[in-house]
Each structure stands twice: as structure tokens, then as C-alpha cells.
């Protein structure tokens, strides 16, 4: 027998990572399964790629961590790189720098939706942590 593998759980097993409580169950699992496949689904290779991942870095770096929108430091999965021109309209451009801006969650949440009038239509879900107000880097 060993403990529940959850954060702080004092449930015993015989077997497997958790405990009946912790387990996941599998209508929890298809749901994840379903908002991993909503954000980027056809261009998943693209952001996979070296290129692109090179090319949010330089970007990262060319605006010193700073949100372009609201100024604050966005660190880590929090930077999110921007396509002013969307790969749909203009596939040549997704790689442009003069085409990219870093932006932090919420700020780029309002870019997304900004055509369609109300927030958090796009995406909602992706978009769930919210940055600290009192950003010190601000």
C-alpha cells in the first residue's frame, strides 16, 4: 500500500497514481482533451516549429518583457507574442517581425475580441489567470 500521489492526501492504495477522490474522471479528462484542440488546432506545427520559437524569443527580448499594450513585465507562459495581421488573412506575415507584439494575458484577451465588440469571446478559458495588479515591474 502506498499514499494518494494528490498534494496532501492521507488516502492509502494498492495501486495506481490516486485515490478514488483524486482520480480523474474520464468526462474531466475528454473535457481537457476538447479546450487543448480549441486554441491554434491548424496551425499546431507552426508553433511547434523552430522558427516560431525563435522568433517569440527574439521578440520577447526585443521588448524587454513588457506587455506593449499596458507596460507591465509578463514573465514565462504568461508573454504571449501577438499577430497584429492574423495568419489567416496573411500567412507571410506570421513571421514578420514588424508584425508581432508581446502581450500579457488580458491585454491580449482584449486584442483577440476587439473586433467582435465584447470580451472573452475568444478563448476564454486560455485566458483564465489573470496577472497581479501590483506588478512591481510595472
Given amino acids: 500500500m502506498k499514499y494518494c500521489d494528490f498534494n496532501g492526501c492521507t488516502n492509502k492504495i494498492n495501486r495506481g497514481a490516486y485515490c478514488d477522490e483524486h482520480k480523474k474522471s474520464k468526462e474531466t479528462v475528454k473535457r481537457k482533451q476538447n479546450k ?54 496573411n500567412p507571410l506575415l506570421k513571421l514578420d517581425p514588424t508584425n508581432l507584439m508581446l502581450l500579457c494575458p488580458s491585454c491580449h484577451m482584449e486584442e483577440e475580441n476587439k473586433d467582435k465588440g465584447k470580451m472573452a469571446k475568444v478563448y476564454p478559458s486560455y485566458f483564465k489567470v489573470p496577472l497581479p495588479k501590483n506588478n512591481l515591474f510595472a
Fill in 36 to 89: 487543448k484542440t480549441i486554441y491554434h488546432n491548424q496551425n499546431k506545427s507552426f508553433y511547434n516549429s523552430k522558427e516560431w520559437k525563435h522568433r517569440r524569443s527574439f521578440i520577447y527580448e526585443r521588448e524587454s518583457g513588457c506587455c506593449q499594450k499596458c507596460g507591465r513585465f509578463v514573465f514565462g507562459k504568461q508573454a504571449q507574442v501577438h499577430h497584429i495581421v492574423t495568419n489567416k488573412k
